[in-house]
Every structure is written in C-alpha cells, then in structure tokens.
C-alpha cells in the first residue's frame, strides 16, 4: 500500500531487499484526494535504486468507499461523533482493495507503511492494525508492518542518504511529494500545528471497525465470484 511517503517508500526499500516482486498500490477515495500521480514520480525513484522489480496500481476505491461510509455520512458522524469514521472507512476500503488484489494475483503477503511515529493517526494504532491483520488472515494472506519499529529520523536519513527527494519538511511531515488528503488534513490539522493529537475512544473504534468489517468482507466475497478467483490462498509451508 503505497503513498511514496517517507514510511511507505522505505517500506518499499525493505521489502525489495526480500522479494524479487513487489506489487505496489496507490489508491484515491474520489473525495478529498489529490496529486495521485505523485506516486508514479516516486516509483521511477524505487526503480533507480532497487531496479525493475515494481509494478505499480493507481486505481480508485470510490465505490466501496461510498459503500462504507458516504452514502450514509452524515447519519455516521452522527452516531459515532468523531472525524475518525472518514479514515478508517477509508483505510479499510484500501485494505478490501488490496485483500482482493492479492486474491487476484496469488500473492501472499501484503504490508503497509504503518509507522509507531505516527501513532496518532487512528488507522495506524495497534488495535486497528490488529483488526486489519486479521482481515488478511481470513483470506491466508499474512499483513506485515515492516518498518513499523524504525524511528523516523532513520527513515528520514536513510532516504536522503539514497538521494530521494524529500519536499517541504513541516515537522516531521514532507510535502509535495505524496497525494494528499484535505479531509484527513484538516482533522489532523490541530496535530500539525499544535502537538494536539485526537483522541479516540478504543471501544468505539473496535465497534466501528467490527461492523464496518462485515460490509467489507461481503464485498470482497461479491468481487471474488464475479471474478471467479477464490476468497482464499492456498496455505503456504
């Protein structure tokens, strides 16, 4: 799952140094995104240091996103009464999509830049990162977070280090450089400028990414058999 931000274009980097394919995937809600083809920029910086072993998926997820959270909204925010139901409904649309991409292409493993120095953001905490891995699980694909434990100052000096391009550092963030999200910006704005970060109730965010994982899950077996690829990989040694 690929930004081409500083976590995810190091997880890139690591993940390349295992495999000899990586499968990136960039994604647009249809609501807010913008600057998509950024990450394209980023991905011909992967292939100068790592080689040819990237393929590259920029596709929309508007559909199931609409599914998940904006054909209800406002009656959503309402009933939870926290911005946190636009980015978890939209990292859980990222993470259906890229449940059935790897159905689709047999592909086992599936990671994510997820970082412990953005913990502030609600889908990159433990707990949502444990109800996403078990996600994958149920498909037998195994969800990692390979540079989940990497401090960002290293990321940051490894990638300057290699030469990549790095944009406008506002604190820890770099602009203009990766898409950007003006809903989840400005929910994250007071963050950003005032070290304030939002708090989230672990009960709520449990009880809507439970429920929220049932409409995502029908979707994902509906796709499968359209598709005619099975809802779940064979089991591997």
Known sequence: MFSGGVDSTTAALTLAERYERVHLLSYDNGYGH???????DRVRELERHAGPRFS??????????????????RAEYRRWGSGFVWCLSCKLAMHSRSILYNLEHGVP???????????????QSLLSLY?????????????????????????IEGLRKRGFRMGLRIRD???RVQPKCRPG??????????????????????????EKRVVARAWIEQRCAELGVPSHLPDLD
């Open 34 to 40: 913008t600057k998509i083809q950024r990450t394209a």
């Open 185 to 210: 910006e400005l929910y994250y704005l007071p963050f950003l400028l005032f070290d304030q970060p939002p708090m989230h109730d672990e009960d709520k965010v449990a009880a809507y990414l439970d």
């Open 56 to 73: 590259h998926l920029i596709e929309s997820i508007q559909p199931l996103f609409d599914l998940l959270l904006m054909d209800n909204l």
């Open 173 to 175: 963030r770099f602009l």
């Open 131 to 155: 109800m996403f891995r078990e996600m994958y699980a149920e498909h037998g694909i195994r969800f990692t977070t390979p540079v989940y434990t990497i401090p960002r100052e290293q990321e």
């Open 109 to 123: 493993v599936m990671a994510d830049g997820s970082s412990s120095s953005t913990g502030e953001m609600v889908e």
